[in-house]
Nanobody, 115 residues
Framework: QVQPVESGGGLVQPGGSLRLSCVASGRIFSMYDMGWYRQAPGKQRQMVAT???????NYTDSVKGRFTISRDNRKNTVYLQMNSLKPEDTAVYYC?????????WGQGTPVTVSS
């Protein structure tokens, strides 16, 4: 069973940086498509960034140039480096693993951008 586990959220000032990590279980992590999603209070969950099993990346427009998604298959880990954070980035961030048509979600890690 695949179970993503996120870490790295917290409180940061506008303009600051955070790095989120997600570890996903399983011996075939390299075959998983991975992604980060976020859900702000009162809003629907939205895609932030994805990286497939060939390391092709995709970003939502609002984070392009500020966020970077990467993966380390040896560590079963996907990262989200977030720079130049804005108050509108405040949300709970969820890690997603997609494999053979099935989606697996972590419990989320909160990110708050505030002065």
């Amino acid at each position: 069973q695949v179970q993503p586990v996120e870490s790295g959220g917290g409180l940061v000032q506008p303009g600051g940086s955070l790095r989120l990590s997600c570890v996903a279980s399983g011996r075939i992590f390299s075959m998983y498509d991975m992604g980060w999603y976020r859900q702000a209070p009162g809003k629907q969950r939205q895609m932030v960034a994805t990286i497939n099993n060939r390391s092709i990346r995709n970003y939502t427009d609002s984070v392009k140039g500020r966020f970077t998604i990467s993966r380390d298959n040896r560590k079963n880990t996907v990262y989200l480096q977030m720079n130049s954070l804005k108050p509108e980035d405040t949300a709970v961030y969820y890690c997603n693993t997609r494999f053979r048509g099935e989606d697996y979600w972590g419990q989320g890690t909160p990110v708050t951008v505030s002065s």
